[in-house]
């Protein structure tokens, strides 16, 4: 237990003040522009504190000390005070829901691991540094005079012939989807797993509007779009989220950290282009003014609504994506974010999850 | 509905006859080395259906045709006849279950997404991609005489001081789990989501000794694996199945087209070592032998024991994995698949997984 005893002290906490303010690189590959944090101009949109294991360690002792990663890049510890809230974030406050809390609710293993697993946060930091190291690429590759290509499928293409936009010069630009993308939902879906009654329209609309204090940057999102806007690569975001939400949409953005998104020009609604929950049009829309090197999501339409033209059974749409000219687009400007909570990834009946010949029959009841 | 029919016609016949051989790469990375295959020496050990989309697109109209990849690199479809078995396959009977199987069955949130997904394949295929890129890079590195560093922890390593073992020019290997790793237990998990009576380490151990005709390569393990043993990369497992089930967890991986494991040389078990589950001891011995300069799971558990040397509350042991020195691993030598069916990252209780301060309350209900 001793181990973990500075990370219980600060998990209580989360973005209140004694915290220490260490200047961790999440991202290897960002770290060289975050070598230093200080209280100004250069100060982190985002206070998360940060469990540093080791016994007996307190915040301050760490302060001044360096760190070196494996990669020999230095990082040091420089602030253990209060921090600054975020700019314009919403406090959290410790809110009880409205209705009474069952002493025990039986989470769901998609949530226990979205939410709260060590192995989810690894993936996705994972996935987002796979996600920096691409677009930096195509930074450099732009900076060298070469042909950068967009990842937008164009409007005559198929999922057998891929065919995408023409970049032609236009500034580069990154297309990310919203909840559980760079945003977990940890608030309505803790409501949700509390009633246990599925979704609700009426209520996700609420929760758009007012849920901005109890949201979570997905881990890893913030330090790769703040690397991204160092580099002037445009951080787009194109989300179901209705329109008329937007002011909460993007409150709940600045809340996580992920700085300010406008809507209309970086912030993309459903209602903001044809299509309804399709995102083509509001993709096309953007690839217009952008050369977009990279889309990242946590579902297939998140990409291309090709995925989403009929009613294939899940094991044909898996093999959609996993056997085909598709396939080599996962981890080469297509990104994907788990989320075994909801969406289409969360389908199927028994025997559309388990075919036939791979169900075992146990030898001991033969 | 036109658009899926031919994967509809493949999905009913996984590895039996009739179905096309269309050597899609699934890797860009790994494509130059899989650009054709013949029914000989080079012929694909894997006979896994391709779903090619298209309207009234047969097989046998594929072959001979040409495809290019969105990197500009071409794949030709060049055979649609009955493939040769894998080397010592064991074939897949179509077998009924023991007992009476319910006519609906609810398949838990997280199978359906693990075995049934396209996302959760999308994911694997972009996490084996981010490998295949980082395990060449090092292949690259050693070919041009530079240090190459193993990313196994030293026994006096804690997760604040990160050491590595040395590597002084042992041959590169890279190091993976087996189950939900590379290897789906697709069979089991079916079996387990029929009975809803929860893990039984008898019923796994009968899984381990007889289920290898119903397991599956998690996507995008079988092309990187062979693209490794190509490269001269060692591929070592390291899993906690028993030691005393070696052959059926041989048969299994062989089945599922990762090719030949050999006990007590590339396929480490439970009991090969001191330790239990505890996986160090069997790396230490590994990387007596080898520079491991990758390694691959679906808990932090195959990465280093001192995760679990305590009993760290769910959100400790995620900021553990995601706000310390350890965080930049994830993606740099350390490579993580999904997994919210089982293990450490499906645990944890409602004010566990959803803190207080993120608990949203409904303005409705005010």
Redesign the interface.
Known sequence: ????RF??L???A?VLSGCVAAA?????GA?VLRNQFSEGQDAPRRA???????SA?RAEDLVGRE?R???GQVVRIIGAGQLPPPDGAVP????????A??A????????????????????????Y??LWRYVDDRVLDRLAGQDV?S?VLASDA???R?T?VPCAGKPLAVVFDVDETVLLN??????D??RGTGFDP??WS??EA??A??V?AV??AVETIEAMRRREVAVIFNSNRASANAEGTAAALRAAGLGEAVHGDTLWLKGDAPGGSAKDARRWAIAERYCVVAMVG???GDFSDL?N?????????????????I???????????????Y????????E???????????????
Chains 1, 2 share one sequence.
């Open positions: 237990m001793r181990v973990w990370g219980l600060l998990i209580g989360p961790l690189p999440v991202l290897a770290t998360e504190p940060t469990a540093q294991p080791g360690v760190f990663t494996e990669d959290r406050a410790a809110t009880a829901p409205a209705a809390r069952p025990e609710v039986a989470v769901p293993g998609g949530m226990q691991f979205l939410y709260g697993s060590a192995e989810a946060a690894a993936i996705s930091i994972q996935t540094q796979a290509a990842v198929t999922l057998e891929m995408f940890t608030g309505y879906e803790a409501d797993a509390r009426d209520r609420r929760w007012t849920g204090g109890q979570e881990p890893g946590d579902q297939l995925f033209s009929g009613d294939a059974p899940p094991r044909i749409r898996r093999n959609l994506a996993a056997q085909t000219m396939a080599p687009m996962w981890g080469t400007g297509w990104f994907l974010l788990p989320n075994p909570v969406g289409a990834g969360v389908t199927g009946g028994y559309e999850i388990f075919p036939p010949n791979l169900q075992w029959a146990d030898p001991a009841e033969e």
